[in-house]
């Protein structure tokens, strides 16, 4: 047996017409408004905002859950080299044009690697420079949460990010001052093919 839908009956919720209502909204002039005069003042985002990521290079095991994972498809496992050296596994690269910051990929990593901070604001000119800013790998969470503990503004940690397209070489220049550079040496999870695979095609050829 169905049971009859409950309506609150339209006497109750009908309001009669008032040319005086209206002007109640006046009381309103001489409280104190709620606006928050940024930048002037500041606004506290909630503990564990969900915010830019933070990752650590060594505990990440390259297992691409997080990309499996991401309803946006904004993450593309990375092979990175540093200082000449292949990392053994791949790292997450984060798209901000496309994330949703649902913090799915935090939840998955299983090694604790992939983290986010309360960090949240980045803007930019539009130049096509500055839009590299968006897709970054990101850095480790120590280094992020000096970066915020010294500007306080909850703004993203790289001021600049330099890529070289032909070579692969990417500088981060972090609002400290400081400068991290790595290269990119090839995308997907399975490793880049050794450089030598051209030559031979080369000796083929002739
Ligand atoms: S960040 Fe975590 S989930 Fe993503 S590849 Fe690394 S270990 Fe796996
Ligand atoms: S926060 Fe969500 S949308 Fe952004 S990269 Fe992680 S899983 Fe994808």
Request: aromatic share 12%; proline share 9%; hydrophobic share 30%.
């Amino acid at each position: 047996m169905s049971m009859p839908a409950k309506v609150v009956g339209e006497d109750k919720v009908k309001k009669s017409p008032s040319y005086v209502k209206p002007w109640l909204g006046l009381k309103y002039l001489f409280k104190k408004p709620v606006t928050i005069k940024i930048p002037y003042e500041k606004i506290e985002p909630a503990p564990k905002y969900r915010g830019f990521h933070t990752l650590d290079w060594k505990k990440c095991v390259g297992c691409n859950f997080c990309g499996q994972i991401c309803p946006a498809r904004a993450i593309e496992m990375t092979w990175i080299e540093i200082d000449g050296k292949m990392e053994k596994r791949p790292h997450p690269k984060i798209d901000y044009g496309r994330c949703t910051f649902c913090q799915f990929c935090v939840d998955v990593c299983p090694t604790g690697a992939l983290g986010f901070i309360e960090s949240y604001i980045l803007t930019t000119t539009g130049e096509e420079e500055e839009l590299v800013l968006y897709d970054w790998v990101p850095i480790h969470p120590d280094k992020f949460k000096e970066i915020q503990e010294e500007f306080k503004d909850w703004r993203y940690p790289v001021e600049k990010i330099d890529v070289n397209e032909e070579t692969g070489e990417v500088t981060y220049y972090l609002r400290n001052g400081e400068i991290f550079k790595f290269k990119i040496v090839g995308y997907g999870i399975r490793p880049p093919k050794p450089q030598t695979q051209p030559k031979k095609e080369e000796k083929k050829s002739e």
